[in-house]
C-alpha cells in the first residue's frame, strides 16, 4: 500500500526541502505533463476514464499504455457515470444504463486485466439526476460483479454523495463494495461559490472519515488498496486557489502517518 500526493510544484518543492514525504506523484493523463525522469519521487498516473456514458469509444488506448509502460502506475481508473439523457424513472433505460457500464468494464478488463482496473465512485448532485443511478451501491457492486474489476473509494466523493441524498456516510460507504477494494482517494471537502466541492484542505469530518476508512483497512476487515491518494492541490489553472504549501506541509505528514500505521504485510 503506497501513499501518492497530487503532483503540484508546491508539493515538490516541499519533498525536496524534507517537509514532507510520500511515496508516489500523482499525475493527470497528460502524456507532455508526465515527465519521463528526473522525479524525486515515481509518477502515478490517473487516468480520465468515464464508464457508462458512451465516451469509452473515443479513447486514446495507445496514450494509455504508453503512460502505463513508462510510469509506476499500477491502476488503470475509470469514473462511473450514466448517459445524460436517462431516465431513471424508465426501467428499460436504467438496465440498459447498467448493461453499458458492464460492457465498458468489460472492455478495460480485457485489454488491461481485471485485476488492474479500479472503478471510482464519483460525487452526486441534485442538479444531475441522471447520475443518481451511478452512485447507488447495488449498481456499483453488480458492475463489478460482472466485469471482474476493482473499487476505487473515493472519500470527498462519498461525503458529497451522502449529504446530497440524505444518507449517512458511514453507512454509504459500507454499501459499497469496499470487499474489492484497490485504491482510496481522500481530500476536504467544503462550501465554494455555493457548491460542495472536493480536493480542498481536510476538516474534522474529512479526518474522521478517513481515519475510519483506514481503520477497517488495518484490521482486516476491508482489503488493503494498493494505493492511497492524497488529492489536495495539483496542476493548472482548477487547481491553483488551492494548492497551498501551509496545507500540503500539515496535512500530508498526518495521512501518510496513517497509511503506514494501516499498512500490512
Known sequence: ???????????????????????????????????????????????????????????????????????????????????????????????????????????????????????????????????????DPVVISRVLAESGCGFLLDTAHARITAAALGLDVYEYIQALPVDRLGEVHVTGVGWHQGERLDHLEMQSEDWVVFEWVMAQIASGSWPQPKVVSFEYGGAGEVFRWRTQPRVLAEQTPRIYATVQAARRS
Do not use: C
Open 1 to 135: 500500500m503506497k501513499f501518492a500526493v497530487n503532483y503540484s510544484h508546491a508539493a515538490a518543492d516541499l519533498l525536496d526541502a524534507g517537509q514532507i514525504d510520500f511515496d508516489l506523484f500523482k499525475f493527470p493523463d497528460w502524456p507532455d505533463f508526465v515527465p519521463q525522469n528526473g522525479l524525486a519521487r515515481a509518477p502515478y498516473v490517473h487516468y480520465t476514464l468515464m464508464t457508462g456514458n458512451g465516451t469509452q469509444a473515443g479513447v486514446n488506448w495507445d496514450m494509455i499504455t504508453a503512460l502505463r509502460a513508462r510510469t509506476a502506475s499500477p491502476l488503470v481508473n475509470s469514473h462511473l457515470m450514466a448517459p445524460e439523457s436517462l431516465d431513471p424513472a424508465d426501467p428499460a433505460q436504467v438496465e440498459a444504463a447498467i448493461q453499458g457500464m458492464v460492457q465498458d468494464l468489460r472492455e478495460l478488463a480485457a485489454r488491461f486485466g481485471p485485476g488492474n482496473v479500479v472503478l471510482e465512485n464519483m460525487p452526486f448532485y441534485i442538479k444531475l439526476p441522471h447520475l443518481r443511478l451511478a452512485v
